[in-house]
């Protein structure tokens, strides 16, 4: 009698797709074919009948067509056509329908690990973000509210941008105006110094032109010669009223003209003696000005000198503090690691030497390391 296959390698087989397809190929094939006993390619009888001679156990496929492996796969199969052609057109459908299964397969494991992907992408943005609180996972609940605070304030947002663009609209119609207004002031002043300077324009036109300013001249100095001459009869008219002698009058209005011209004379050249004194007076203040000028342009250089040399000293300074704070940091440290070393020697020291003492010139070459 021929042995059974084990049945935890029978569920291993039937766990196998590829298997279960080769098998309902083989009974399909087997069916289909009665007489050949289920050769596939006519070697087959003549080992399992050398293998059944021989007592060796026989393999897994080679069974009676009465026995049922597997009941379920068995009687799904249904033989409509008989022949070669129509074995191998299942094959190749079974084949091709495998491959598909293949491709299917490949390409749901291709979405499911690209949806795997963006599912840790959006988790970790989310547990990154705002959204959650520190040290929290992000709950679904906590997005969402997120999400509808951030839609909240969004339209909040939009609402003052809008009130903030009509309140712009009515501040550029308000400067609008008052640049029309600012144009039309300028407008009437420009026409009100027109209307003031057309008569000195007019003047100046009149003064430029040779022969009338010869004109203008010529009746200023007969006009001034006129004033003279009324002067100088108002004062003979007062001069022959002052007292009943008319002579003595006259003497004395002529006595004061005489003084009355030299203190003319006199004072022109007073006059003339203060402008020289004053422009004396002025070159030594130029020079003094220009002395001036120079120390405190020597001055501001040498402020200027001064100013540079204290950015100097500054930048020394904070080099220096820089250097003093690095090696602070290193005495700190070396400091530290002195305190270790102490505090490793006193542990040393306080427990029991179990083992064995350590040599003299190692513990000296490790304090010297640590040092």
Sequence with gaps: MASQPHPDEVSYYSQSPNFVCILEIFFYYRQAFPNQGGDLGGD???NRSSAKRSGEKRPFGD????????????GKLKVEESGPGAATGMILSLRESLQNCKDGLATCQAELESAKCEITKWHAAFQDGPATPAGGSPEPGLVVTYLQNLKSSEESLKEKLEKAKKREAAFIVTYAKREQEIADLKSAVRDLKKQLSSSSIQTRKFLLDPAIHEEFMRLKRLVEEKEKKV???????????FTPNSRKGRLLMDKCKTLSAQNAEVGEMT??????????KITELKSHNAELRNQFDALSQ???GLISDVDRSHEMVFLLQEKIEMKDYEIDKVRAELKRTKEVLTEKESKPEEVGEFPREKEEDEAENMS
Excluded at 63 to 70: P, S
Excluded at 231 to 241: I, R
């Design 271 to 280: 006059s003339e003696a203060k402008i020289h004194e004053l422009g004396t």
């Design 63 to 74: 069974h009676d067509a009465g026995e049922d492996v597997f009941d379920s796969k068995k």
């Design 302 to 304: 040498h402020t200027d």
């Design 44 to 46: 087959f009888s003549g």
């Design 231 to 241: 002067k100088e009869l108002q004062e003979n008219v007062e001069a022959v009223n």
